[in-house]
């Protein structure tokens, strides 16, 4: 398998059954924004992970 179809096999997923887990219902989660001009072959990839710590939230 490719990384590009685990993108698109896991997008398909998400879209076919939804994801309606609360962010508190996990120990840890991600946030992956990509940022780039529209029609350009680069862009800005940055990825934090966050916890929470007695109901607060916490960057790793």
Same mark, same amino acid.
């Given at each position: 398998? /490719? &990384? @590009? ?5 896991? #997008?398909?997923?998400?879209?076919? !059954? ?11 989660? /991600? &946030? @992956? ?5 529209? #029609?350009?072959?680069?862009?800005? !990839? ?15």
């Amino acid at each position: 398998m /490719t &990384f @590009e179809e685990l993108y698109y096999y896991m #997008n398909d997923l998400i879209a076919e !059954k939804g994801n309606h887990k609360r962010l508190s219902d996990v120990e840890m989660f /991600t &946030f @992956e924004p990509h940022i780039s001009i529209p #029609n350009s072959q680069y862009g800005y !990839k940055r990825e934090d992970i966050y916890y929470f710590n007695n109901g607060r939230l916490i960057k790793l």
